[in-house]
Each structure stands twice: as C-alpha cells, then as structure tokens.
C-alpha cells in the first residue's frame, strides 16, 4: 500500500481523493462510476457512453481536430471556445468587416458562413483491439521488429473492422503501447460559422490574463454542423441541411457552486504523466528554456509591428495567439513542476517502485528500466536540444523557412516518388499558399528572421549546426535572403513553382531561402535526426515497459490512468477554489463585476464593449443573473490538457454547465504530474455565454433552439422538506 500512496499521492490527500486521470468513455463502468456517485454524479457509466443507444458521447464532436466542441440543440448547433474558432473569425474578417473586433452574428440560417477544411468528428464506438494487435508479436524481438509487426497488424484491423462507408477506423495506443483501442468515427465537412462575441468579450485579458485564475473571458463561439439530405457528413453544398444529432446537451440555467460535481468531457491531446525524473529534470533545465528563449525574441517582434499596424494587427493575430500560448504555458509548467517538487516526488515513486521489484523477485524483467533512462535521457539531450531549436526555428517561428521547407519537401517529392506527385503537391501548396500569404508580412518576418537564426547558431550544439553557420553573419544572411527569395510573396513564389519538376527544382536550388533552409534541413536529417529517432524509439520501448511494470506492480485500486492521445475521455471532479500561496485563496468563481475592475478603455486586452457596461449598469440580467450578479467563469478539480478547449462541463444530471478553456498558473504543470491541490481547470459559466447570445447580441433565434432547464430548482420543489 506504501507504493501506491506514493505513487499517486492525491490518494492521501482526502480531500482531493478519486480526482485526477483523464479516463476512457467505454470503461467507466467499476471503480470510476464508483468514484464519480461519491462525488454526486446521478448518471451512470452508460448515460455517458453507450453502443445502443444515444448517450453524452454523441453529443461531443473533436473540432477540427484540435478542440473539442458540443452539441446544443437537435439543429446541430455546436458550442466551442473562441480560440477554437478563432482562425475562422478571423478568416472571415476584413478592415470593414472586423469580426475579431466587433463580433459576428447569423440571425438566419442563411447568413451562417461556411468553412473549408474545418470538421467535426463524432465516436460511433469503442472497442478494445490490444489481442489482435498484439498477435505474432514476442518479448524477444527487436524493437524495430515489433512496432513492425504492430503496425502491420493495426493496418489490418482498420481495412477490415466493420464501419458504415461514410464512417472511418482508427486504431489508437494506450498505456505507452499496452493496451489498443479501435475508433469508429464519423466526420462533418460543412461547418459554418454561426457566432462570435468581440474579441473584448471572447478574449478578454488576452495574453496578459491567459493561463492565469481570476479569469474573465466569454470564451465561446459558435458553429453548425450541416448534413446531407440523409443526415450523414458531406463536403460543403448549399443543398445542405441542418444536421440531427442522436443527443444534445441541455443547458442548465441553474449555475454552480463550490463541491458541485462535475465532468468534462473531450479530446485531451497529449500528457506525459508517468515519464522518469530525468526526463522531467531535462524539460524544466534545458527544453522548456530553449523554446521559451526563441519565442521570446519572435513574439516582441510581432507585438512591436501589430500594436503600430492595424493591419498587421489582424493578419497576424491568430498566429501571435498560437505562438504565444505555449510560449507562456512553459513558463508556468516550469514554475509549477519547481513549485510542486515533482522532480522529488517522482524520484521518490521511482524508489519505491524499485523495491518493489526487488520483493517480487522481478529483477531481470524490469530491474534495468531506471538505469536504462538514465542512460537514454543523458545520451538523447543534445540531439532533444538540436530538435528543438529546428522545429521552433524552421517549423514554427519563421514564416519564410516554414514555407521554403515545404519546398524542400517538394523537391523529396519528386525524388522519391515521380512527377505526377510532384504535380499534385505543387498545386495543392500554390492554393493553399494564398490564403497564408494574406497574412504575411515580409518585414514583421525578416525581423523574426534575423533574431531567431543568430539564436540557432548560439545555442545548437556546434557539431550538429550547417558548416557555413559557424562563420555566418545573421544580419548579411538576411538582406540577401530577404532582398533575392522568391519566398517574400505570394506571387514571385507562385512563379517560381511554374513549370514541369526539373525546371522548378532548378529554380529553387538557385533561391537564397531555399538554400538556407536547404543547409538547415540537410544537416538535421544528417546529424540530428536518425539518431534521435532511434534514442525515441528505445525510450519509447522502455516506456511501454516502465508502464507495464507499473500495472503490474501496483494494488489493484491504484488509479493508473492513460496518457491523453487526442482520443475522449472524461475527466471528473468538483468545483474548487484553491490557495496559491501562503494567505491567500481564489475563490472559485468569478463575475462581471471583476471585468469592470480590469476594464481598461482602449486597452487592446482589457476593453469593454459599451453595450456590456449598459447590460451591467442596468443588471439587466434576465434569467442569467443570480442574485444581482452575473458569473463569467469557474473553476474545478477536473484533469485537463490542450484539446480539452471547449469541452462542455456538465452537471450531475448530464446538463451543460459551462464551457472548459483554461488552466490556472500555479496547476499548469499537469501534463507531467497533476497537483490536485493547485491544478485546476477554468471554464466559462453557460450561464455567460447564454446572457451574451441574448442580452448582448440579441441573437433570440440561437436562444430559441435551445432547451434550458432547472434541475436544481426541480429537486428543491420536490424535496421541499429537507
Ligand atoms: N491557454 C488556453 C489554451 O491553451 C487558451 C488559449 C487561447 N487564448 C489566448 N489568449 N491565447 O488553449
Ligand atoms: N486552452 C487549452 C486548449 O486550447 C486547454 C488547456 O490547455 O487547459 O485546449
């Protein structure tokens, strides 16, 4: 029982026990119901997910891949976060028609705008596959040999599982390769635009107040899912139709309280919370300062140009919040592992886990997995550095590079695959390259060049940089780079992608930004990659193992929840302030009276829109209001991560609550360890986004298709004598 306290320290901590874990939809059923009824749930494990018939999970969509959103009404109206639907606002928007700033509404179906690309995918089901992915695969084969033969496998389970043809198989690990699931899912192509709140009211503090508790954002915006006339998933047409969901999600108008229950239910994209006390010594001392360092020197170039440049405002708006996000989300996971000791407590876990070997006489199945780490982590750090600087430098941060690297791609196309390939990218990256360009500046971009390579040649390990870095000049670099590439527009770019593959080859290799990116990526893939992919693959390897021995040798109860894959789950807990420090304690939900304590007129983050200080002056509330007061976001105990952004958080009864988009500052580092004394996640009070739908936008046809409802006054009535 020692380890297992250890191991998953909430359990001591009673308060917070059965918190924490981003767990499987289909396998609820058992010690989480048990733990989710202790804290108040009145559903069950299949109100949640269910095969047979319509449960939570079909009305909880991926949006785009990346966030999760949900479903509304039994028109296929989705809720998501603003920042979800934050590209498409501003895709959408022009100097005359700014929707970032002023917002958007439909008022009609017909004014709904539609958004190529952007998807929505439901889960059909479940199933546990690892036995058939397993199959043929032995302890003794080489690494190499069996992520082989899985992958072989998993091929075959996809082409031949059962799915209706407008539906897709995926297959998707958990336990670091110890156990397999199988999706059937199903994906929405023609999704519009609905509505929007101004920036001041769905971004709200912007950068300054982002990951950061007391929190005042209407972060929401909304979205409808069109079918065809069989109510499957279709490409845009105009002859689509709203889309008929199996579930939708009441709207509870009756807000929340401190310890009441809830459950958020999403897409989690990645955690990383069983990794080894060197690995999470690696992050916090050289990982996170190199990424924070590049972003640094980009981000205050970008910010001097947008706040001159009203323009360069909007173009480069969603792409500063991008980058910005993550750049400030290290810093406080940085803080929060120092703060929390989870370098300490995982050092701890790993002591005891290895007694715990020793006494089951299990030495020679796991007993090298720790000093194996230890050896892995030390000889991978260089190669982890150099990756890094490539990936935020080339991939990320550069607008130019990013682009000649596709180009590079190109040419690999054609080397490896032939012209007709080559063809079939080319045209797709000349149409795709428009719309990014309208968003490109090449000064805001030769600025962010200059900075970031001069950083590349500091701080990539010399062996591994391009020979012509050692003696380069970032600022000569530049000019020439900038005065001569075809790379700095749309146009001079699309010319030079004219003509058959040899020809552009030709050109390309004659462009100074093809070259530098050339140099950059040669030298990677020559030094850094192979390497590092290898060391990847062994650490992968003893993960699988690090993770096997811990199922194995913890008690039956232990709470070992899988990493987050970007697959659903559900996270429970309740709704809790928290103390960040000596003295002080956050309450746990916030109002409107907080937005006009921040309001700063023209502020670009901390603004009011007039109609809101109006609504607020009158308390004009309407059935949003309680007591006096209009709540804006609360926090709770639920496990999240990015992806999780827009999740609905749902009550008891399985009513909408509130809408996920945040953490605090002090819990951020609960990718690698949960703190169930600080991390917390935030949400908007539906409650919010209702009132800015109605009061603010008087969008009553949105009002009109939803079905609110008052669960906690219902009881009150029938239980009037308690
Ligand atoms: N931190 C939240 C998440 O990781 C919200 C990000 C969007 N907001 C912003 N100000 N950039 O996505
Ligand atoms: N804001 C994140 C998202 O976009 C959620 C989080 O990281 O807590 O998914």
Same mark, same amino acid.
């Given at each position: ?68 959103? +949900? ?55 479940? +199933? ?57 899912? +199903? ?8 509505? $929007? ?259 590349? $040649? ?265």
């Amino acid at each position: 029982m020692k380890l297992l306290r250890l191991l998953f320290i909430f359990l001591s901590l009673p308060l917070f026990a059965q918190q924490g874990g981003m767990w499987i939809p289909s396998l609820l059923e058992g010690m989480n119901e048990t733990e989710m009824t202790n804290l108040g749930m009145k559903m069950t494990a299949k109100d949640i997910y269910d095969v047979n018939k319509a449960s939570l999970k079909d009305a909880v969509p991926h949006f785009n891949g990346g966030c999760t959103s +949900e479903v509304i009404s039994n028109q296929g109206l989705l809720l998501t976060n603003h920042h979800c639907g934050y590209s498409q606002i501003q895709s959408h928007s022009t100097l005359e028609h700014d929707y970032l700033q002023n917002g958007f509404w439909a008022m009609n179906l017909k004014d709904e705008l539609p958004n190529p690309g952007v998807t929505a995918t439901f889960i059909v089901k479940i +199933e546990d596959v690892t036995t058939q992915v397993m199959s043929g695969v032995s302890e003794a084969m080489p690494e190499a040999d069996k992520q082989k033969k899985i992958e072989e496998n998993i091929a075959n389970i996809v082409q031949t599982s059962p799915k209706e043809a407008w539906q897709e198989n995926r297959v998707r690990t958990f336990y670091e390769g110890n156990q397999y699931m199988l999706f059937v899912v +199903e994906t929405f192509k023609d999704i519009r635009l609905v509505g $929007a709140p101004p920036s001041s009211i769905g971004k709200f503090g912007s950068d300054t107040d982002n990951w950061i508790w007391p929190r005042h954002t209407g972060d929401f915006s909304l979205f409808r899912i069109y079918a065809d006339k069989n109510n499957r998933p279709a490409e845009y047409s105009e002859d689509n139709v709203p889309y008929t969901p199996k579930h939708f999600l009441p709207i509870s108008l009756d807000g929340v309280a401190e310890n009441d229950f809830t459950l958020v239910f999403g897409y989690p994209g990645t955690t990383d919370e069983y990794l080894p006390s060197v690995a999470i010594e690696q992050v916090i001392n050289t990982i996170n300062p190199a990424r924070i360092a590049i972003r640094d020197a980009a981000l205050a170039i970008q910010d001097k140009y947008m706040r001159a440049d009203p323009q360069i405002k909007i173009q480069y708006a969603s792409k500063y919040a991008r980058i910005a996000n993550y750049w400030k989300k290290w810093q406080g996971e940085t803080l929060g592992l120092t703060k929390s000791n989870a370098v300490g407590i995982k050092k701890q876990q790993e002591s005891q886990l290895t007694s715990q070997i020793n006494k089951k006489g299990k030495q020679q199945e796991y007993g090298q997995l720790l000093p194996q780490f230890e050896t892995y982590y030390k000889e991978i750090e260089p190669y982890a550095l150099a990756r890094e600087y490539f990936l935020e430098t080339v991939i990320r941060n550069v607008e130019l590079l990013r682009t000649a690297y596709q180009a590079y791609q190109l040419k690999q196309v054609y080397e490896n695959r032939g012209a007709q390939s080559f063809n079939d990218r080319r045209n797709n990256m000349v149409d795709r390259l428009e719309g990014e360009y309208k968003n490109y500046s090449k000064q805001v971009d030769k600025e962010v060049f200059e900075a970031l390579i001069a950083l590349y $040649a500091e701080g990539v390990p010399q062996q591994f940089l391009p020979a012509s870095f050692k003696t380069m000049n970032a600022q000569q670099l530049t000019e020439n780079v900038y005065k001569n590439s075809a790379f700095v527009d749309y146009v001079s770019l699309k010319n030079l992608l004219e003509g058959d593959a040899e020809t552009v080859i030709a050109k390309l290799d004659n462009d100074p930004g093809f070259q530098i990116v050339k140099e950059m990526a040669d030298a990677y893939f020559e030094k850094v990659a192979p390497k590092y992919e290898q060391l990847e693959l062994n650490i992968s390897g003893l993960e699988r193992d690090y993770m096997k021995a811990l199922l194995e040798l913890s008690p039956k109860d232990a709470r070992i929840f899988p990493n987050a894959n970007s697959t659903l789950r559900v996270t429970y807990g309740k709704v809790a302030g928290y103390s960040p420090a000596d003295a002080i304690y956050f309450e746990p939900v916030t109002h409107l009276e907080g937005v006009m304590q921040k309001y700063v007129p023209g502020d670009y983050e901390f603004d009011v829109p007039q109609k809101l200080i109006d609504l607020y002056r009158t308390k004009d509330y309407g059935p949003y209001g309680e007591n006096g007061k209009m709540a804006i976001n609360f926090i709770g105990t639920n496990h999240t991560t990015g992806g999780n952004s827009g999740s609905p958080a749902i009550d008891a009864e399985g009513n909408l609550i509130g809408l996920n988009f945040d953490r605090v500052w002090e819990g951020t580092m609960s990718d690698y360890y949960y703190d169930p004394a600080l991390s917390r996640n935030i949400m908007v009070d539906v409650r919010y986004v209702l009132f800015i739908i109605d009061k603010y936008a008087g969008a009553k046809n949105l009002i009109n298709e939803l079905k609110l409802v008052h669960p906690k006054k219902e009881k009150g009535k029938s239980k009037k004598k308690k």
